[in-house]
């Protein structure tokens, strides 16, 4: 089990050195460097000699990879271009903000979105799952930009109860942030809940038509008895790693949510520091976002075996 | 004893279809179980003995409704009552024993959490009276280490250790019925015959009624008081079990019987023509009809009723039984099969093949050096004349269906070579293959379901071998798929018809024609009949074994029913563990079998006659893996002569009859030993 655990912690840092070499090679291969993009028009002369010496372009790349990952290593991402500032500053309070939103989104919306598969799967075909089904599919198939939208002009235009936009600086505390996500985490947990509750819904209807669960009928196991000890335990395993899925997305990949919703999070501040060529901050965004995937589904994966006797006793006798 | 328990009146369960039509698929059941009886349900798939084995509990199918009828249990409707009533009686006064155990027990939960459930439902006991009550009821179904066994989680068993498992759940609640769907089905037959044995035990220990759901009338024959037999919906024949077994009076149970390949008897078994009619297509007249040899005018337009024999104390529906009953008794005819072995003519041989499932190690890989583990099949020798049936016989895991993997060069073989006609050696693999050789062996597979391609016609189907192998196009294509259809006895109106809707037997025969398209030297089956009905089994056999003595074709046919490896061989293998353990000609091994292996392997066939008891001479013990050393069968032989068979790898020796076997034991004091 140990030796399982240590592989896959090995072959996720594999993965992120991977990453960490296609970013750096991606940046270099691009046509200018961080100084050209920097200084823009003014990029020549003394100027531009300053400024490659301040960034150290001058120094063979393999060198600079080396340097770069020896940094990240200690934690240290290096310096932004366009404030200037460690990029460990700038992205502190967008983890924190990033955070805020996905554990929000997560405590409403899985929860939510197990409890709605169950329904339509136990009722299936009748008015719940067909009343249910029929939002859910719905939610699911309005992109985000318009559903966000429209509940920014219904909310907050119209009925004018919450900001429309979030107008606060990165560094707001969490309680100060708390009263403007609550359109953000509608929006996205409209998407993320339709899409798991499908999911659990499929996975629910799969045992309840299975042998076992006949079974237990047979033994006269009462219903939600059954339920709860016979079918949810077994339905919901394979849910662990769509929930990871969804967890690794809210935190980096709800870009579209974060800019219509003006949020600071770390989705905006990808395409921020993209449009800026701010490169040094796009590389670090590129290894945490890498680093939060790869972490997520380790944990899902070890606690998929971990509850499931069956893959248990596998690695046991391996 | 003449208490009835539970009565079925009237009973009809349909569907309604895609059309709004109502469908039935059970029709005007009425039967009684008395107390302390044994019932046997039998039919074949379709037939609805399991939709009627589940109403008997009141639990119909999702999709499926009662149309009328009741089940009657001590005085009162199962079908009328609610949820709450029922888990009142399901486990505690009816309990279930369902088919594959596997699946019937819920995979996150332990052993002892499964049974202590049904015992906390349905008995007053405390935590400690139930704890010593599941190591009880595990003793009593026979498992090793009670003590251990309930902290285990269901695929930690084998087969036959889930299944008695579920018979320990069973009789958990003290049911007055237990009722068993196909409990013994996908079992080995060694497992089947012990699993037999401890419900008939359990039958008479506790005197509880039994209801037996089976397409298996071996497994009918030995557990049963009286028999139903099921076709299309409908009881046809009802009555005590050695009258229906014996001098059965209704056409189709006459048909059936003599369609089972048997043990004692050499050649084919004769087959019933057609198949059974699916539920909606049954016309107004006997659902019989079109398959029965006593058919008259008056069957076809008009549906015989159920009538009772007081004389028989049977039940038949049928207008002509009068005329089975003239017949008397069941005579066994089989059709001889020609021989058509070229002796000396060698189309190919096996010479010390070892197969190995084992993955090489990523360094291995690298110094190109072949993992040392113990390989899942050995040292197998086989030389196979052109025109000869040769089946590999063995229960699950013996290896059989390796071999014919790698013979199909599926498999990549570890050691030893395998040659073709003129001793060339064919390649262990696929890609270095010429293709005139896989042009020249095919493979048949069990489930033609999942062999045939559900999106192409029949002609499609037809089509791929003649066109990859022959080049054929156009006119000289269709005549040739058209010949096919003609040698499996399939009309030209089949080329248009996806699987989907074609009949098991007429599926399989697709499969046959699309095998012989290839016009092959050797044909591979692995287990052609296992998926079919009894009826359909016996035609699909005498196609294959008419289509030999055409063609002059060669198989190699890998099987678990002994039976029917009787009926279609010229010569049989046995296997156990990957390694072979007796072979010769199968008049022989059948007649005379010398090694303890293949003794312990036919004793436990169950034969369609209550009067042939199983012989139950070695445990039914699962073993994962072939011993490192010596004897392949050291775990389970009841002849062990001790530390040899542990340590040294018995040597061949051939018998008078011209059996080969492997064993320390001479083998003519073998046959003295079985006389004992």
Known sequence: ?318 | MNEIIESVKNLSIGFNSQTGKQISILRNVTTNIKKGETVGIVGESGSGKSTLALAMMGYIKQGLFALEGECIFKSEDLLKMNSRQLEKIRGRKIAMIPQNAGQALTPNLKIGYQIDEALKLHTDLNKNERDNKISELLNKVRLPSPETMAFRYPHELSGGQQQRVAVAMALAGKPDLLLLDEPTTGLDVTTQAHVLELLRFIAKDTGTSMIYVSHDLGAIAQVSDRIVVMYAGEIVLEGPARKILKEPIHPYTFGLLKSIPKLSLTGLPDSMPGSQPQPGSISDGCSFYERCNLASDKCKNNSPELEYLNNLDTSVRCFNHKDLIQENKLHHSTITRKDTVQKNNNVLNLKDVSITYAKQKFFDQLLNKISDENPTVKDINLDINKGETIALVGESGSGKSTILKSIAGLLKTKDGQIKFINERILSSDLKLRDPNDLRAIQLIFQNPDESLNPNHTVEQILTQPLKLYFNLTGNELKKNIIDLLKKVRLGEFYMSRYPRQLSGGEKQRVAVARAFAAKPDIILCDEVTSALDVSVQAAVLNLLQKLKEDLGTTYIFVSHDLAVVRAISDRVAVLYQGRLCEIGPSQNVYNYPSHPYTEVLLGAVLEPDPDIKPKLVAEDIVEEKPPEKGCSFQGRCPRKLGDICNKEVPPWQIGENGNAIRCHIKINELKNLQNV
Request: glycine share 6%.
């Open chain 1, 1 to 318: 089990m140990l030796l399982l655990i240590l592989k896959r912690i090995g072959l996720g840092l594999i993965t992120l050195f991977i990453v960490s070499l296609i970013t750096f090679v991606g940046v270099e291969v691009l046509p200018g460097d961080a100084c050209t993009t920097y200084l823009e028009r003014e990029a020549y002369g003394p100027a531009l000699d300053a400024c490659i010496k301040r960034l150290g372009l001058d120094i063979p790349s393999y060198q600079r990879y080396l340097d770069w990952a020896a940094n990240v290593v200690r934690g240290d991402f290096g310096y932004s271009l366009s404030g200037e500032m460690p990029i460990n500053e700038v992205l502190g309070p967008r983890v924190k903000n990033s955070l805020v939103l996905a554990s929000v989104s997560i405590l409403i919306g899985i929860p939510l979105a197990i409890v709605l598969g169950i329904i339509t799967a136990l009722w299936r075909d009748k008015l719940p799952d067909i009343i249910i089904s029929t939002i859910t599919i719905f939610s699911m198939t309005i992109p985000e930009f318009i559903s966000a939208t429209l509940l920014i002009l219904i909310v907050a235009i119209w009925l004018g109860w919450l900001p429309g936009i979030v107008i606060i600086p990165s560094d707001a505390t969490f309680y100060e942030l708390l009263s403007n996500i609550i359109l953000p985490v509608v929006a996205i947990s409209m998407i993320m809940t339709a899409h798991m509750a499908r999911m659990v819904r499929s996975s629910v209807i799969q045992v309840m038509a299975s042998d076992y669960v006949q079974m237990a009928i047979l033994k006269g196991v009462p219903y939600w008895k059954m339920v709860f000890r016979h079918v949810l335990p077994n339905a919901l395993l394979p849910a662990i790693n769509v929930v990871a899925l969804t967890i690794a997305w809210l935190l980096g990949g709800v870009v579209v949510t974060e800019v219509v919703f003006n949020y600071p999070g770390l989705g905006r501040l990808v395409i921020e520091s993209i449009s800026n060529r701010d490169l040094p901050v796009v590389q670090a965004l590129a290894i945490i976002l890498a680093s939060i995937y790869v972490g997520i589904n380790l944990i899902a994966d070890l606690m998929t075996l971990m509850l499931n006797p069956r893959l248990k006793s596998l690695q046991i006798k391996k």
